[in-house]
């Protein structure tokens, strides 16, 4: 999908989470292309950088370039139960309220419950231990 970034964040491979607008994107005539295109909360990657510039009153230096993206894959913990690559499974963080190492793993940003994913890739087991006793794999999912 295409949309706009700042020249200085337009670079090929860069991943970013979309933040929602700014009150200044409300009146912009570009907002249907730079902002609509994009889901609040998700994780993109810049897949190609074109030339075409415009004015922007929010990025650093005035002005955006056009880029194509996509979703970004993800990596997460997961139940090892579930974890084989290429099944198709629906996302559901571990309940826990502890805090520990593994949380960011446990619940990425970009990623929401009930998401449905694809697993691309099994990396193998947690890190570390998970506070909790469950048995995790670190995977990499496609949204």
Not at 8 to 35: D, M, Q, S, Y
Not at 83 to 91: D, K, M, Q, R, T
Not at 128 to 135: E, H, M, S, V
Request: hydrophobic share 35%; with cysteine.
């Amino acid at each position: 999908m295409i949309t706009l970034i700042g020249n200085i964040l337009a670079t090929e491979g860069l991943e970013f989470i979309h933040c929602g607008p700014v009150p200044a994107c409300e009146k912009c005539r570009f907002k249907n292309t730079c902002i609509d295109t994009l889901e609040e909360g998700r994780m993109y990657k810049i897949t190609q950088v074109k030339d075409t510039q415009h004015p922007c009153a929010v990025h650093e230096g005035g002005k955006v370039k056009v880029v194509n993206v996509e979703k970004a894959n993800i990596k997460a913990l997961i139940d090892s139960k579930i974890a084989f690559e290429g099944s198709n499974i629906v996302f559901n963080p571990p309940l826990c309220d502890k805090k520990c190492d593994l949380k960011q793993l446990c619940t990425p940003n970009g990623l929401y419950e009930h998401d449905r994913c694809k697993i691309i890739k099994n990396i193998g087991k947690a890190p570390i231990k998970c506070a909790i006793g469950l048995d995790l794999h670190q995977v990499i999912l496609e949204l």
